[in-house]
């Protein structure tokens, strides 16, 4: 039987499919297309239709070609085209499985397009040729002819993709006829086999040559909903009972951490209003209890937002907690999370290689999640592969390397210090370590080190860094 038309792809709100944002790395060099965008979303399409998604998610596809991040270029959408919750929904699925297999898409399009189309177009076909391909239910989303009038139906709507819409309907129609020939192709270059710029595949492979390829598959693959249970509130075994009793299976692949078997918007999980959970990856649960916080203690989370590990550590002792971050905005969200979890911290803006934002008072503990190319964390950030270069490692590591040695003037004597990073280039993690350990005599204890993307029954978490440091008295 025909699926209709519509927006059947159920919206998947919360962390699992929206994550928080990328940096922006470069400006913009495409025409804004968000007025026109606008008129013939409201005059043109239905808000029901899978066009309208189509349409919203390839504008939002444009926009990170341009160098903004996927969320920052989903959030302009939604505000331009007052989509309700469900149709933000389906334009988020769709975009973010556009951006896992935009190497193949497009390397699909460069062989059946006379000429390279223009950007919306491009977009509007890299976006409509996934949903043609299975989910892990071996089920495509929508039946293909559908994705096709839609399709063109989107292409249709649009000033800058109606002179298209035979093409898009011809190129979609020749993928139909041809699929496995055209894969075929597609998938001697390494860019369409794996969906990473060659740069990419080139360094993972280079650093780790044994697992490289199950990193990169990692990276495709959708995240989980993993969650931390508050044990100031309730046991683990507690939360699973409850989460049993709402009809939501799930399973232990941490201490405190639960991965649901299916993800749910955030407030639709038991008890999370009421700060019995939170959301976080497995690997970055592992922070807090490598401070080994004590009542009394103070501590400092620099780079904070969104305040996961700030909240954990309150969950672990009473301690007088500051959390820094350089954007102001993020740290409302920190307060938000903070204020659902009854906790309190100090909130303050600021850059942690600066001190302008200091009282001068020691920390006896410190976490230092810096800036990195968050290469570990593709399965969250599919757009980040594709904004990224292959100099930025360098350039924030430089300026990591100048968080670190300010924040280790703030620290105690004997006190500890934990350096992370959502990398898996050794400039930015094992390589910074070991230069920062040698620049400033500090004593190196015992850490996970690289923990690389994983994802199976017992460990599934990102792909993280730890270091953990000792000043001396």
Same mark, same amino acid.
């Given at each position: 039987?025909n699926?209709?038309?519509?927006l059947?792809i159920?919206p ?7 994550p928080?944002?990328?940096p ?5 060099h495409h025409?804004d297309?968000?007025p026109?965008l606008q008129?013939?979303?409201?005059a043109?399409?239905?808000?029901d239709s899978?066009a309208?998604?189509l349409?919203?998610a390839a504008?939002a596809?444009?926009q990170?070609?341009?160098?903004t991040?996927l969320?920052?270029a989903?959030a302009g959408?939604?505000?331009?085209t ?8 389906a334009i988020?699925d ?6 896992r297999q935009l190497?193949?898409s ?10 390279a ?5 491009g ?13 892990e239910d071996g089920?495509?989303?929508y039946?293909?002819?559908t994705v096709v009038?839609q399709a ?6 649009h000033?800058?993709?109606?002179r ?6 011809a190129l979609?129609?020749?993928?139909l006829r041809e699929?496995?020939a055209?894969?075929?192709t597609?998938?001697?270059?390494p860019?369409?086999r794996?969906n990473?710029?060659?740069w990419?595949?080139?360094a993972v492979k280079?650093?780790?040559p044994?697992?490289w390829?199950?990193?990169l598959?990692?990276g495709?693959?959708a995240?989980?909903l ?5 044990t100031?509130k309730?046991?683990v075994?507690d ?12 399973s232990?692949?941490?201490?405190t951490a639960?991965?649901?078997?299916k993800p749910?918007?955030v407030?639709l999980?038991p008890?999370?209003d009421q ?6 990856? @497995?690997g970055a649960q592992l922070? %807090?209890?490598?401070? =080994?916080?004590? !009542?009394?203690m103070?501590?400092?989370d620099?780079? $904070?937002a969104?305040?996961g ?6 969950e672990?002792?009473n301690v007088?907690?500051?959390a820094?971050?350089?954007d102001a905005?993020r ?12 906790l309190?911290? @100090?909130?303050?803006?600021g850059? %942690?290689?600066?001190? =302008?934002?200091? !009282?001068g008072r020691p920390?006896?503990?410190?976490v $230092? ?9 593709v ?5 980040i ?5 292959k100099?930025?490692a360098?350039?924030?590591?430089t300026?990591?390397g100048?968080?670190?040695?300010n924040?280790?003037h703030?620290?105690?004597?004997n006190?500890?210090l934990l350096?992370?990073t959502?990398?898996l ?6 390589a910074q ?8 005599r ?8 690289q923990?690389?993307p ?5 460990q599934?978490h990102?792909g993280l ?6 000043k001396p008295?």
């Open positions: 039987m699926k209709r038309p519509t059947s159920k998947k709100a919360g962390p699992a499919s929206a928080a944002a990328a922006k790395l470069r400006a913009s025409r297309l968000k026109a008129t013939q979303f409201k043109d399409l239905k808000p899978l309208f998604a349409l919203g504008t596809v444009v990170v070609h341009g160098g991040a969320p920052q989903l959408v939604f505000a331009n007052g989509a309700t919750p469900q149709q933000r929904g988020q769709i975009a973010y499985r556009a951006m190497g193949r497009e390397a699909l399009v460069a062989q059946m397009a006379p000429k189309p223009d950007p919306l177009v977009a509007l076909l890299a976006c409509a040729l996934p949903l043609m391909a299975a989910n089920q495509p989303p039946e293909e002819f009038d063109v139906t989107a292409a249709a709507a000033p800058d993709t109606a298209a819409k035979g093409m898009v309907n979609l129609r020749r993928f699929r496995q055209l894969l075929d597609a998938m001697l270059q860019v369409a794996w990473y710029p060659q990419w595949i080139d280079a650093a780790y044994q697992q390829q199950a990193i598959a990692t495709n693959s995240p989980p993993t969650l931390r249970v508050n100031r309730g046991s075994e939360y699973l009972k409850l989460l049993e009793g709402a009809g939501m299976a799930a232990r692949i941490g201490p639960l991965r649901l078997a749910v918007g407030h999980i008890g999370f700060g019995l959970v939170s959301v976080q990856d @497995a922070a %807090a209890p490598l401070l =080994d916080v004590q !009542d009394g103070r501590v400092l620099a780079c $904070a969104p305040g590990k700030t909240g954990h550590v309150l672990l002792a007088d907690m500051m820094i971050d350089a905005k740290l409302q969200r920190v307060q938000e999370n903070l204020d659902r979890l009854g309190e911290a @100090a909130l303050r803006a850059q %942690a290689q600066e001190r =302008d934002w200091w !009282d920390f006896d503990r410190i $230092a999640d810096v800036p990195c190319t968050a290469s570990g964390i399965r969250r950030h599919p757009d592969r594709w904004l990224r270069r100099g930025d360098l350039q924030l590591a300026l990591s100048k968080i670190l040695d924040l280790w703030m620290l105690k004597p006190g500890k350096f992370v959502c990398s280039w050794p400039q930015e993690s094992e370590a070991a230069a920062f350990a040698v620049r400033n500090a004593t190196r204890l015992d850490a996970p080190g923990l690389l994983a994802g199976g029954n017992e599934d990102d860094y730890y270091a953990l440091f000792q008295a």
